[in-house]
Each structure stands twice: as C-alpha cells, then as structure tokens.
C-alpha cells in the first residue's frame, strides 16, 4: 500500500556539521510535502515545505529536496547545533506522517 | 500572539467513558486539524476543518469519535465510550489556508490516558 516512511531512525551527528534526514514515500500523486520537528512534550513544530512543482527549497539552515523519480524527499540542516536535536517528520499533504528520526547532536 | 492551546493538558478516564478535548486555534485561522500521536509514532491524521465545515474526516477510526466546530474557531473532539487503545496524545493544528502551502501552528497536544 502506499506510505511515507524514514530511511533512518536514528541520527547521531557532531555540533557543527550537516545533518541529512531522509525520507521515501511511495504515492506519485501526493503534491506538498512537510517537515517537522517535534521536541520532546510539545507538538510538532513546522520547518519547511514544498511542492511537487519544485525540487528545491531553502529556509534559513535548512534545505529540503524532492526528487519525484525515486520518491525520496530530504532535509540538510547546515552546522547543526544542539538545539536541533529533536525527533524529525516528514508528511505528505498534512495527513501522513512518517515514523520519525531521532536527531541527536553531539557537543 | 497566543498560539495554538489545548485542554486539557492531560486527561485520565476510565474504559467505556465520555471525553471532550478541546482546541483554541490561532485567531483568524480558517484551517483546523485533529491528529492523534502514540508513543514512538508519527502523528495520525483524524480530521479537517476548513471554516465550520470537515471538510475532510477519513481519518476518524470509528464512530465513537466526533468533532465540532461549530463558529468556526474553537473546536471539540468527542470520543464515547473510550477504550484503552484510544489512549495517545491529541495534537491540534490551524493554519490560515486550506489546501495551499501555509503554515501550520501545533498545539502541545492534550494526553489522553483511559484505563
């Protein structure tokens, strides 16, 4: 059937480098996709999207891709810091979640 | 401004209970979603309100629950006669579109526990 899932459940990197959390999701249809953060006890808090018009998009330290081809979506967080660490989710027009990277950075 | 809140913060009932969770979404915000999260899980889309309308509520897992919106702006999510597996985090969302690329603002959810 179809799903959003992560390739990775869990993310270990240094302070400072880049992270990249990746993400697949299987229905061709689906035309915006999300990414959150959710730190523990709070709700999920919005960090970039993008639409399936776009392969592209960059936020303030964040960059997400969309590659269509081989359903794959990516977030790169530049010189990841501690705060950054957090569970992350990508979903598929509001309404499908995937399963979630921990993301831990290391001082 | 204020953001999205949610009450209760927590709520402990028992096997075969009514419950109401409430939610207060941002002022302004025509766009309102109930999603429900268990632990270790991604949340799981419940149910769209765009204005007083559901414009969408495929996610609903049976019809035990329920959800009102009824001005527009606050919103219930009822569940009758609650089951231990209903036990989970109840996150709300708003945004000021429907459909279109717009934000959505989380509340901090209201922690359901049946027992």
């Not at chain 1, 959710?38 to 392969?55: A, L």
């Not at chain 2, 996610?59 to 089951?83: H, M, W, Y």
């Amino acid at each position: 059937g179809e799903s959003v899932g992560l390739h990775l459940p869990t993310l270990s990197v240094q302070e400072g480098d880049n992270s990249i959390i990746n993400c697949a999701y299987s229905n061709s249809a689906s035309d915006y996709f999300i990414w959150y953060k959710q730190e523990s006890g709070k709700g999920p808090q919005f960090i970039i999207d993008i639409r399936s018009n776009m392969d592209k998009r960059q936020g303030q330290r964040v960059t997400v891709l969309l590659n269509k081809t081989v359903k794959h979506l990516s977030l790169q967080i530049a010189a990841t810091q501690p705060g950054d660490s957090a569970v992350y989710f990508c979903a598929e027009n509001r309404a499908r979640f995937g399963a979630g990277t921990r993301l831990t950075v290391k001082p | 401004g204020a953001g999205v809140s949610q009450t209760p913060s927590n709520k402990v009932t028992e096997k075969g209970k009514y419950v109401e969770l409430r939610c207060d979404p941002i002022s302004g915000h025509t766009a309102l979603y109930w999603y429900r999260q268990s632990l270790g899980q991604g949340p799981e889309f419940l149910i769209y309100f765009q204005g007083t309308g559901a414009a969408d509520d495929s996610g609903l897992p049976n019809d035990r629950f329920f959800a009102v919106r009824p001005e527009g702006s606050v919103s219930t999510l009822k569940i009758q006669r609650t089951e231990r597996g209903d036990s989970a985090v109840y996150l709300c969302a708003s945004s000021s579109l429907s459909g279109g690329a717009s934000e959505q603002f989380f509340g901090p959810g209201t922690r359901l526990t049946v027992l």
